[in-house]
């Protein structure tokens, strides 16, 4: 008898223990998931910003990064879409007229003129509509137009050859499509995007069976990581996962191609959130941690703005998804921004895991622009998030 009490207590004691160590976990669970504070999300996006605009006031100003290149380059394009986000949230009239004014020197057109056909060249019209749609002035797209209406008049699919292209390109004819309410637009963004997911190199870029995207044909298989794995370069697959939630931002759910660019989407996030590392951030090489193994933060803010945007549209749930959310916000806020506003763990130009190594807190990318716009545009999500008050 006295030993069965004696084991009673034990194991009641056993229970109580597990009992409080489970109430911790679930206490500390839910304070993490309450952690992101709306005006806190505010502050560190403006403090972000406010760097990027004092260090580059002189919007003119050309890069001479190996070569000299104006600055309406993707880049600095990128960087000008989470601005614009920025100020859908926050309508500073500074933003405006950083935005206006760049756009305007140069003067609403590409680097490579209308004839273009290189999506990094036209990815600058992104914002171009997106300042037209606050002032009506017909010339902020003039050229816009010329360019896609040479795209939609011609037969060639196949000139995103690269997934990058897919950000850079696709969002300028959805957005298009949406403000002259012209489907033209969508039928060719959807026949250059078919192409590049289905046919480049007789497969596509895009590995249904994991959910993610090699980045060109040189990264087919039989290629592979160190570890064996496909690569899946981080950045790449947030630029196919930013553009898809770009592009179903803009074109109606009754649209005959939405519900294959959700069904992408789903996929991607499947896989994506596979990924994610304890801390919050993801990897460089989704499939091969230990290939350049480390914080990295353009991939993680794509991704972040891709799950964020889910849940704010209903694509996802919170319930689900507001764990990697609240994750990844967090550890970008508290690991990566300096206290002037430079952001750290941002791998440079390139297009898989070795490129623009090292990625450190201190190290500098060899360009700062696109960064800080895939930071604004997560951030702007999170922002709009009704669960962080």
């Given amino acids: 008898m006295g030993l069965f009490i004696k084991g009673y207590l034990c194991n009641k004691h056993l229970l109580l223990s597990c009992f409080l160590v489970c109430a911790f976990y679930s206490s500390s669970s839910m304070v ?18 406010s760097y ?11 890069s001479n990064v190996g070569r000299v290149r104006p600055s309406n380059i993707w880049t600095r394009g990128v960087y000008y879409e989470g601005l614009m986000a920025l ?3 926050y309508p500073k009239e500074v933003f405006y007229e950083y935005a206006y004014n760049w756009s305007d020197f140069h003067q609403w057109g590409y680097r490579d003129g209308v004839v273009t056909r290189n999506a990094d060249d036209y990815c600058a019209g992104q914002t171009y509509l997106d300042l037209y749609r606050i002032n009506q002035d017909p010339n902020c797209i003039r050229k816009v137009k010329a360019n896609l209406d040479m795209l939609v008049n011609t ?18 004819f959805a957005k298009l499509g949406a403000t002259l309410d012209e489907p033209k637009y969508w039928d060719k963004m959807w026949d250059m995007y078919e192409d590049c997911r289905n046919k480049i190199s007789g497969t596509g870029l895009f590995n249904q069976e994991d959910g993610l995207w090699w980045r060109d044909a040189d990264f087919i298989p039989p290629y592979q990581e160190p570890n064996g794995e496909d690569c899946y370069w981080s950045r790449g697959n947030g630029w196919v996962y930013a553009a898809l939630v770009r592009v179903l931002s803009e074109i109606p759910k009754d649209e005959k191609h939405y519900k294959d660019y959700v069904s992408d989407y789903m996929l991607m996030t499947k896989a994506i959130v596979k990924c994610q590392r304890e801390d919050g951030f993801w990897n460089v090489s989704l499939h091969d941690p230990e290939n350049y193994g480390g914080k990295e933060v353009t991939g993680t ?21 507001g764990p990697f959310i609240t994750k990844a916000w967090t550890s970008i806020v508290k690991d990566a921004i300096h206290p002037n506003g430079f952001l750290g763990y941002v791998q440079g130009t390139g297009k898989e895991p070795k490129d623009g190594q090292p990625v450190t807190f201190q190290s500098m990318p060899d360009f700062e622009d696109y960064g800080i716009g895939c930071f604004l545009l997560a951030g702007v999500e999170v922002y709009k998030m009704k669960q962080y008050e």
């Fill in 32 to 49: 993490a998931q309450k952690s992101i504070h709306r005006q806190q999300v505010l502050s560190s996006l403006l403090r972000v910003n």
């Fill in 52 to 62: 990027f605009m004092e260090k580059y006031s002189d919007y003119t100003a050309t």
């Fill in 87 to 89: 100020y859908s949230i």
């Fill in 155 to 172: 037969p060639q699919d196949d000139d995103w050859w690269w997934i990058d292209a897919v950000q850079m390109g696709m969002p300028v």
């Fill in 301 to 321: 803010s794509l991704f972040l703005y891709g799950l964020a945007w889910g849940v704010n549209n209903g694509l996802l749930s919170y319930e689900k998804y």
